[in-house]
């Protein structure tokens, strides 16, 4: 069973910035795939950004440019840089893993089978 806890939430002003992380009770973290959601309440799950195996990226819309996804394999944990915050930004921050979910499916939460709690980042003056 793969366990995976967030860090990093917080308050900060609107043009700032927080890194959160992901951290991965597996010894075989450097297979999965990385997937960042958020949520807010009454909304469904939404992606924000994927790192796979292989490194390569991948981010919505509403966050190039401003967030960075990475990982480090050697420590277990993901991580997500996020600058120039705004106050649509403001959600529940989750972490996803997956070790067989292909290409077209990274978007999309129901295809992760692994999931933390979750950590608050609320973008506020």
């Known amino acids: 069973q793969v366990q995976l806890v967030e860090s990093g939430g917080g308050l900060v002003q609107p043009g700032g910035s927080l890194r959160l992380s992901c951290a991965a009770s597996?010894?075989?973290?450097?297979?999965?795939?990385i997937g960042w959601f958020r949520q807010t309440p009454g909304k469904e799950r939404e992606f924000v950004a994927a790192?796979?195996?292989?490194?390569?990226?991948h981010y919505a819309d509403s966050v190039k440019g401003r967030f960075t996804i990475s990982r480090d394999n050697a420590k277990n944990t993901a991580y997500l840089q996020m600058d120039s915050l705004k106050p649509d930004d403001t959600a529940v921050y989750l972490c996803?893993?997956?070790?067989?979910?292909?290409?077209?499916?990274?978007?999309?939460?129901?295809?992760?089978?692994?999931w933390g709690q979750g950590t608050q980042v609320t973008v506020s003056s």
């Open positions: 996803a893993a997956d070790a067989r979910i292909i290409l077209s499916s990274i978007p999309y939460y129901a295809n992760y089978d692994h």
């Open positions: 597996v010894s075989t973290f450097s297979r999965y795939t």
């Open positions: 790192i796979r195996y292989s490194r390569t990226t």
